[in-house]
């Protein structure tokens, strides 16, 4: 897990016994280049508060807050939508050293996953975790996928829309003609 606008990265081996806190913060110019990652306007602060704790059989468990002030282009009118994210994160990560695995990048591996207790550790191939990619992808994982301005609303009329448009769009393929003369013709 590497990112390319910023990386504080930490060595699972390197974890003391007793746990370490980490902080990171991105600087300005990584905020611009998270911005066009996530397609938002404009990244004014990312930063991570976590703690890292090492536990059996090699797992390490991270727990912290992600902290976020960024803008939002909206949905109807594109005008600026501020966010402002404070988000709890707890996951765990293992080297693949632990777990016996070849370091492998191409490697695909079929994981089964039962939706009853927690989810198995990330996979570190190089025995590091990067905090600020783990803070990235919380922030993108929580971002408003519709962020609307205050007051906005669409409105299908103004768009050209007719509401059958937006309920019931016309019927395509080789059928489309026998179904607009089925709502024509009596039965």
């Not at 590497?2 to 974890?15: G, L, P, V």
């Not at 282009?73 to 996951?91: G, K, Q, R």
């Not at 016309?170 to 489309?176: M, N, S, V």
Request: charged letters at 25%; hydrophobic letters at 45%.
């Amino acid at each position: 897990m590497t990112s390319s606008e910023f990386s504080f990265a930490i060595e699972i081996d390197r974890i003391p016994t007793a746990g370490g806190h980490y902080e990171v913060a991105a600087p300005p110019a990584a905020c611009a280049a998270i911005a066009r990652r996530l397609d938002v306007l404009e990244v004014k602060a990312l930063k991570g508060s976590f703690d890292a704790r090492m536990g059996a059989g090699g797992i390490v468990r991270v727990t912290g807050k992600v902290h976020a002030d960024l803008v939002q282009a909206c949905v109807v009118s594109l005008a600026p939508v501020p966010a402002h994210i404070d988000e709890d994160i707890e996951t765990t990560f293992v080297a693949a050293e632990r777990l016996g695995r070849k370091k492998h990048k191409d490697a695909e591996e079929e994981e089964i996953v039962g939706l009853e207790g927690e989810d198995p550790p990330e996979v570190s191939e190089d025995g590091r975790i990067d905090l600020a990619e783990l803070a990235i992808t919380q922030v993108a994982l929580v971002l408003d996928p519709y962020p609307r301005a205050p007051g906005v609303a669409f409105d299908p009329a103004k768009a050209g829309l007719k509401a059958s448009d937006i309920l019931a769009p016309e019927p395509a393929g080789p059928f489309a003609a026998l179904a607009k003369l089925k709502k024509t013709q009596p039965i």
